[in-house]
């Protein structure tokens, strides 16, 4: 046999070989991507096979909380699965976050997201232990609006007249907060910005000592949420002069908006959501959210929303994605103009 010949045949059974195992590992690739895919549907329509933990980064009694306890509990009747609200305050929201974006991508803990934590902490903090884009959004479930309030002896019945005031007597009127960096010191901030005025912030341990110098006449005014202010509003001790939404507030419906008060392009809405750890199975991701959506549809948790000052809002996960992404950037802007740092 001339070597040609031979050289064919050896390159001929190369080729098959090369042929039969090419063959073998399209099977192999096929086989496990179909295992994959199957074990993921598995996996998906298992879920939830434990308790779920959601972690609230800031303490009881706030909205965030009001929030992820009132979805929670109806997320427990609906996954079938006992829902556990943690909460870990402490920095800014920052320890409480970050524990929620180094925990397992699994669906099993979750993060009630707010304002502070992934729009105003992540500019505020030089290293705030996570980044505010490793999280999957889930849902947003809950809007507020700010209020502008003042206490009745200022002789400003109306936002025009506060604001001429403030222009009349720059450095003179003090507005308080629960302290440096907060979403009330930031919304004060950015009304000193939007109005022209010079006003002082005072900052302190909490809402319920600023509220309590607002209704003593320590202080002028405040930018702050209804429920701590609901009560005192209605008893006359605190006189709201607008929400700073585009739409009126449902429970202060005689209250005008910012915008119909004089004050057009000041609107502060704090937000609530769940998201979750980067890595969550996409899957997992939609039906939390199915949940959620069906959760905040129902008149009980509304309800419970509702007497919080809160208002309900579902949405799709990319809608909320936007609306973190916008956010963040309205709110690290206002931080650097107001130069606040805690550390």
Known sequence: MSDSKINRQRHGKIAGRRWAAGHVVAALVAAITAFVSVHNTAQAQAYPAKPIRIIVPLPVANPPD????????????????????????????????????????????????STTTLSISPSLYSNPGYDPAAFVPI??????????????????????????????????????????????????????????????HVPYKGVVPAVTDLMSGRIQLMIEQLYPLVEFIHSGRIRPLAVASAKRHPQLPDVPTTAEAGLPGYEVVGWMGLVAPRG???DVARRLNAEVVKALQTKDVRDGLFTQGLQPSGSTQEAFAALIAAESVRWSRAVKTSGAKVD
């Open 66 to 113: 009001f929030v992820a306890r009132v979805v929670g509990q109806y997320l427990t009747t609906s996954l079938g699965q006992q829902v556990i609200v943690d909460n870990r305050p402490g920095a800014g929201g920052t320890i409480g976050t970050a524990a929620v974006a180094n925990s397992p991508g699994d669906g099993y803990t979750l993060l009630l997201a």
């Open 139 to 200: 849902s947003l479930a809950a809007t507020a609006p700010f209020l502008i309030v003042v206490h009745p002896s200022l002789p400003a019945r109306t936002l025009k007249e506060l604001i001429a005031l403030a222009k009349a007597r720059p450095g003179q009127l003090n507005f308080g907060s629960a302290g440096s960096g907060t979403p009330l010191h930031i919304a004060g901030e950015m009304l000193k910005t939007t109005a022209g005025v010079d006003i002082v």
């Open 280 to 282: 969550t199975p996409a």
